[in-house]
């Protein structure tokens, strides 16, 4: 069948994008990258409270989250490329083609997954410079599946919203939804150091599993028991947020 | 040259209030992450050397001001490039108002914007448990000092804006916004950062300025550091805003 | 089977407002059919809703046999579509475009790039197809969309506007090309602002006036109906004027002048009647002092069948190409 190869073609339109205009691409590559630095800088203090997996070592701890954060920005930047695409007609093209909609939105929404490796490379690079834990092969293969997997449900959150207001002003909206998906769990701390609200908040939150699953590596050893949740969380998520963007696709024009 | 400056303050403020989804984000990312730092790293509270105070969040509010009137500095910022994109800005260069009121307009606007700012964290604050411990003259200080850092900060925007010409380049300056902040003493005490971190915001005014709206909120207020923190604001408006006019001189000397 | 057909087609919005309130037409295979109608008519609407990127919200249309609602995607594989703003990727070359569009059209790997080059030769942008379609002038862009519309031989192809901006060689070469099409037995739709445009290309002309169609018919038929050209004649000495008119009425009906020394009438055969007229008026020995000849406009068409003004409607001459 053709799809695959169209899926293909798209991704690497995607992919081309950053090759082509470098310097829009820069700073969501550093962000998390800064971010990274800039908390432990500041908060670095706070792993030596007892509780922390490593002591003293906050970096570690929230390197994963910068992972993560990257995953984030890539997908909210997919979504502010479309609604680009949108706004200077290049869509109605897509539109037009006789592309299912699926492989159009599986072609859309896969070249994020790529495109987290970059901020991923550049902050593990920085990371380990500074003195960050190695997680070992396989701690590490598991991080990356499951951000390129987050990657591509943050890109559905922000085609949704793409797809609805038809505008790039619905960027800040499209970070906000990641950054709080992405903040709102253990990311600065532990469970049992977190304010309480901020507990049940993680607990109800499926990307603190996701979290748990790509942090595993990088302070302890890789278990089964942090694995199958954070995959099970991917999985719902995919369906939900999937689901909303392949609708939303398909009613467009109604 | 008085009339000319309110004028355009007023249009400034207007077409900020009209166009809510550039305003919402302001207020939104700082409160955000507010909420998120005081709900994951409240019991740092128990470090040694950590100053007393009623609770992280009131210390933490602060550092969401300052964060919040930066923002507001950067739209400033991106409100006076699209204007100039848009060749609106032509037309005022071309109209008989002194170069100057074409500056301290927009500048204007962010300071009064910046009171609107300081309101949604107190208010949030005192909603949210937290204490001003310096009461009403300590919340007003709180206001002053936002209002003048506002200014400041609108200052820096517009001469970005003047230099860069470009609403884009202006934008990428968001994630810069950060790296200063975090470059100080908004969130987390002095003594308690880690050392490259310390160095620097030792003489970061961001941390005066921050230290200065932090002061009436988790202690009476104190001489030094809302002096300080003035003095910081005050000084960062006046050489902002003279940047900002030899930016306006340097690109009306070259069109 | 018509190529194009459309009974009550509706499109209404929020709010109401109905954008297109029932059109019902129908075009044959080969037909280049025009559709002119002033801006905020309906136009782009009714082409959006042929061309599968809006649903009807009432009636039905069908495009190469297939129902558009229901059936889009056996639609899109059969149609080409070149819309008022060239549809393009800045960020890309024009090869790197119409590459993607075959894959996209469903070409095999093998394929792509030959189909490619084929289409980039005929709209006449080899040389500059390596380039980054950021750098093209609008002419380049809008015949680049047309690559990427014909690059599957479609059966019907949608033109909306396809001229406007364009300088004179560009309109002709776009002329020229879909006069080609048609002799290759596709199917055009073409939308248009320009009398003349559709007069030189339509077989058959329609007049979109908010929302519903007010005329169609083809382009020679319309002006006929509408007038044909007159002459305003001013004469040496008012005295002459009755005496003209007695004269010029052979020629073709009078219409009203402006004031006593003036007479205006229609020539019913056409502008080669200023001959006879001068010829006559010369015989009686009346002497014309000023003779102004008056082409019907799309703009009398308009006020005619609906009773208003046709704005905007004078091509700006733009782009180089």
């Known amino acids: ?254 | 040259m008085r009339r000319a400056t309110l004028a355009l303050a007023r249009r400034s403020l207007r077409n900020t209030l009209r166009r809510p989804q550039f305003l919402a984000p302001l207020v939104a990312f700082p409160t955000l992450f507010l909420a998120v730092n005081t709900g994951g790293l409240s019991r740092t509270t128990d470090l040694p050397g950590f100053p007393q105070v009623h609770g992280f969040f009131d210390f933490q509010l602060a550092a969401a001001i300052t964060q919040s009137l930066l923002l507001g500095g950067v739209a400033s910022g991106i409100a006076v490039a699209l204007d100039i994109e848009g060749g609106f800005f032509d037309r005022l260069v071309a109209a008989p108002v002194p170069r100057l009121a074409l500056v301290a307009g927009r500048v204007l606007a962010t300071g009064v914007l910046a009171l609107g700012q300081v309101a949604w964290f107190l208010a949030l604050g005192l909603i949210f448990g937290a204490h001003i411990e310096g009461g009403v003259p300590g919340a007003l200080v709180v206001f002053a000092i936002g209002a003048v850092a506002g200014t400041g900060f609108g200052a820096i925007g517009v001469a970005l804006a003047l230099r860069a010409r470009s609403a884009s380049t202006v934008q990428g300056i968001f994630p810069l916004v950060f790296v200063i902040l975090f470059l100080s003493s908004a969130f987390f005490p002095r003594e308690l950062l880690s050392q490259p971190a310390k160095a620097v915001a030792d003489y970061n005014p961001l941390s005066y300025i921050a230290e200065g709206l932090r002061d009436p909120i988790v202690s009476t207020v104190s001489a030094g550091p809302v002096l300080y923190g003035l003095l910081a604001a005050a000084a960062l408006t006046v050489a902002m805003a003279w940047l900002a006019v030899l930016a306006l001189r340097g690109r009306l000397a070259n069109d | 089977m018509a190529a194009i057909e459309a009974h009550g087609l509706e499109r209404e919005f929020k709010g109401g407002l109905k954008a297109v309130a029932g059109i019902d037409l129908a075009v044959e295979p080969g037909e280049v059919y025009g559709f002119l109608g002033p801006n905020g008519a309906g136009k782009t609407t009714t082409v959006r809703m042929l061309v599968t990127l809006l649903r009807p919200t009432g009636g039905s249309a069908r495009v190469a046999g297939f129902d558009v609602a229901r059936e889009p995607a056996a639609v899109r594989r059969r149609i080409g579509v070149a819309l008022q703003e060239a549809a393009l990727d800045n960020l890309m070359t024009g090869r790197e475009l119409v590459e993607l569009q075959a894959t996209l059209h469903g070409f095999a790997p093998a394929k792509v790039a030959g189909r490619a080059a084929e289409l980039i030769e005929r709209v006449g942008l080899s040389e500059a197809q390596e380039r980054r379609v950021g750098t093209y002038s609008g002419g380049m862009r809008r015949r680049l969309d047309l690559a990427m519309a014909l690059i599957h031989e479609p059966e019907v192809l949608f033109l909306d506007e396809p001229t406007t901006g364009l300088d004179p060689t560009s309109r002709f070469t776009l002329w020229d090309e879909v006069r080609r099409l048609k002799g290759e037995g596709t199917t055009v739709f073409l939308t248009t602002q320009y009398l003349e445009e559709a007069d030189q290309l339509a077989d058959r002309v329609a007049i979109i006036s908010a929302g519903k169609l007010v005329a169609e018919d083809t382009p020679a038929a319309l002006k006929a109906d509408i007038g044909h050209p007159h002459l305003n004649l001013t004469l040496a000495h008012g005295d002459y004027a009755d005496a003209a008119r007695t004269v010029v009425t052979e020629f073709g009906p009078l219409r009203d002048p402006d004031g006593e020394a003036h007479v205006a009438v229609e020539l019913s055969q056409g502008a080669t009647g200023i001959a006879g007229v001068v010829r006559a008026l010369d015989e009686a020995g009346l002497v014309v002092e000023a003779l102004e000849l008056v082409e019907p406009t799309l703009d009398d068409v308009f006020l005619a069948k609906t009773g208003k003004h046709l704005e905007g409607a004078d091509a700006p001459v733009e782009e180089a190409v």
């Open chain 1, 1 to 254: 069948m053709r799809e695959p190869r169209v899926v293909w073609a798209l991704m690497r339109r995607a992919l081309n994008e950053i090759l082509r205009v470098p310097g829009a691409a820069i700073p969501g590559v550093l962000a998390p990258t800064i971010f990274m630095i800039g908390l432990s800088g500041v908060f670095g203090a706070a792993a030596k409270l007892r509780g922390f997996p490593i002591a003293d070592d906050f970096r570690t701890f929230i390197i994963p989250v910068g992972l993560l954060q990257g995953a984030g920005f890539t997908g909210a930047a997919t979504g502010v490329n479309l609604a680009r695409d949108i706004e200077q007609g290049w869509f109605d093209r897509l539109l037009m083609a006789p592309v299912g909609r699926s492989a159009l939105l599986a072609g859309t929404v896969l070249s994020a997954s790529l495109r987290c490796l970059l901020p991923a490379t550049a902050l593990l690079i920085v990371g380990f410079a500074l003195g960050a834990r190695w997680p070992g092969l396989l701690g590490l293969a598991l991080a990356i599946v499951l951000i390129s997997a987050l990657a591509a449900v943050a890109a559905c959150w922000a085609v949704m919203l793409a797809l609805r207001f038809r505008t790039q002003q619905a960027a800040s909206l499209m970070q906000i939804g990641t950054f709080v998906a992405v903040l709102f769990t253990t990311a600065y701390a532990p469970k049992r150091l977190l304010t309480p609200w901020l507990r049940d908040v993680s607990e109800l939150n499926p990307v603190t599993h996701v979290l748990e699953g790509v942090r595993q590596g990088f302070i302890g050893s890789v278990t089964w028991g942090k694995t199958w949740p954070a995959f099970a969380a991917l999985l719902g998520l995919t369906v939900v947020f999937g689901g909303f963007a392949l609708r939303s696709l398909t009613r467009v024009g109604r």
